[in-house]
């Protein structure tokens, strides 16, 4: 049996992207290729976490899954880390679930092809990653993977800017790309309350002057996991 390696599940409301303010069940799966500096989940990265991932049968996490969900949840967030490293565990995971969610979000640095998810009708945040992640641009823009989302229908482009030199650097990736227009989400960098409340009002702006969408970041501004 298939297993996947995961740090938590667990429910909430998403904050973040096009289902802001869902009632959702999160999986966050562990381990990621890429360490970025403003990273606020080391703790489903870092490998001197291990102690705190679980490894598990398929069939067990589907369990645990339903029995959270209780038939109320109905929107299923499958995140990390990079959920992507463990693709072929996630295509059998929604196998299953596809029956029991309405909708089912995946988010991802967008490094690692979808393409085996997309028959599915999942919806992809896909966070491409600047130069303020402190990566080397070939290890954080893929060319081919960035085209592969693109061309899908459910993806939208959440880039995690602090100024506007972030976001002019956004807005070359999307020239470069021919990024879709309205799947980009400007979202503010921060880790903790203050910091959003210090930066979102100007991301704000600079999505509104360069006719972005805007994601807020909800766990932060009411303090929920
Ligand atoms: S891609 Fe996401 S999970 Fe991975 S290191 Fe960067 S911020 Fe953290």
Known sequence: ?????????????????????????????????????????????????????EKQPIDEIIKKITKLSDNKIKNLIITGGEPLLQIEGIKSLISILKNIFTTIEIETNGTISGKLLFENSVHFNVSVKLSNSG??????????????FNDYERTIFKFVVKDEKDVNEVIKLQSEFNIKHNKIYLMPMAETKPELE????????????????FSDRLQLRYDIK
């Open 198 to 213: 210090k930066t979102a009002n100007n991301i704000l702006k600079l999505a509104l002057s360069n006719r972005f969408n």
């Open 1 to 53: 049996m298939e297993s996947l390696i995961y740090h938590s599940i667990f429910t909430s409301i998403q904050g973040e992207g096009i289902f802001t303010g869902k009632l959702s069940l999160f999986l966050r799966l562990s381990g990621c290729n890429l360490n970025c500096s403003f990273c606020d989940t080391k703790y489903a990265v870092e490998i001197q976490y291990f102690k705190d991932w």
């Open 135 to 148: 990566e080397k641009k070939d290890k954080r823009v893929i060319p081919k993977i960035i085209d592969e």
